[in-house]
């Protein structure tokens, strides 16, 4: 079956510092591959997409490229800011309507 | 444009009780999915549906079960709840078109505590 790994948190930064997520994954065809990140006290929102291999999604300074030949989707920021700090989640559709595969979320603090 | 609305937010249950949670997708959409989160296994997938049939399911228990409106609205229940229950249930509306797969907007979600 189809998952997702990504490293466990916290990851702690200081402002302006360069993030890296790391997420890999396992799945049977060519997936799309997301990145979702959950603000304290808001809902689950879409923060990048792609869908093919080496397609790079990027939104709000975030930015990640689909490796398909290390079936990776790492999320990087070169300058990270206190508004950033969340919990970001990899996840992956095998493109059979809506049925996401999640990571188990990596938790960003960042200090001013 | 209003967001996905979960009600009720937060519920207290027994072991043994059923509950019924309830969503409303966002104004056009007709795909709305079900997610559990829980600190230990994380974000699951239960079931989407679209256009008022069950396109996909995950592996949970046959007492997990959904269903969708006319409107799009969808409601989850879930019968002779158990500790394990406890969780807190997300639900996410999407168009449903193949171009935006897995492009979901999420609830807050409904917090069920099973005592």
């Known amino acids: 079956g189809n998952s997702v790994t990504q490293m466990e948190g916290p990851v702690t930064l200081s402002e302006e510092a360069f993030l890296t997520i790391n997420c890999t994954y396992t799945?049977?065809?060519?997936?799309?591959l997301f990145w979702y990140v959950q603000y304290p006290g808001e809902g689950l929102q879409l923060l990048l997409k792609?869908?093919?291999?080496?397609d790079k999604g990027s939104n709000k300074g975030f930015e990640a490229t689909y490796r398909k030949e290390t079936t990776s989707f790492h999320l990087e920021k070169g300058s990270v800011q206190v508004s950033d700090s969340a919990v970001y989640f990899c996840?992956?559709?095998?493109?059979?309507?809506?049925?996401?595969?999640f990571g188990g979320g990596t938790r960003l603090m960042v200090k001013p | 444009k209003a967001g996905v609305t979960q009600t009720p937010r937060y519920l207290i249950k027994t072991r043994g009780q059923q509950v019924t949670l309830s969503c409303s997708p966002i104004?056009?959409?007709?795909?709305v999915s079900w997610y559990q989160q829980t600190p230990g296994q994380g974000l699951q997938f239960l079931f989407e549906?679209?256009?008022?049939?069950?396109?996909n399911k995950g592996n949970f228990p046959g007492r997990f079960s959904g269903r969708q409106f006319s409107n799009s609205r969808s409601e989850m229940n879930v019968s002779t709840l158990e500790l394990g229950d406890s969780a807190l249930y997300l639900c996410?509306?999407?168009?449903?078109?193949?171009?935006?797969?897995?492009?979901?907007?999420f609830g807050e979600g409904s917090r069920l505590t099973v005592l």
């Open positions: 104004s056009g959409h007709r795909s």
């Open positions: 549906y679209f256009s008022e049939t069950q396109r």
């Open positions: 792609a869908t093919k291999a080496d």
């Open positions: 996410a509306s999407s168009t449903g078109t193949n171009a935006n797969t897995g492009e979901l907007f």
């Open positions: 996840a992956l559709s095998d493109n059979a309507g809506n049925m996401l595969t």
């Open positions: 799945a049977t065809g060519y997936p799309s």
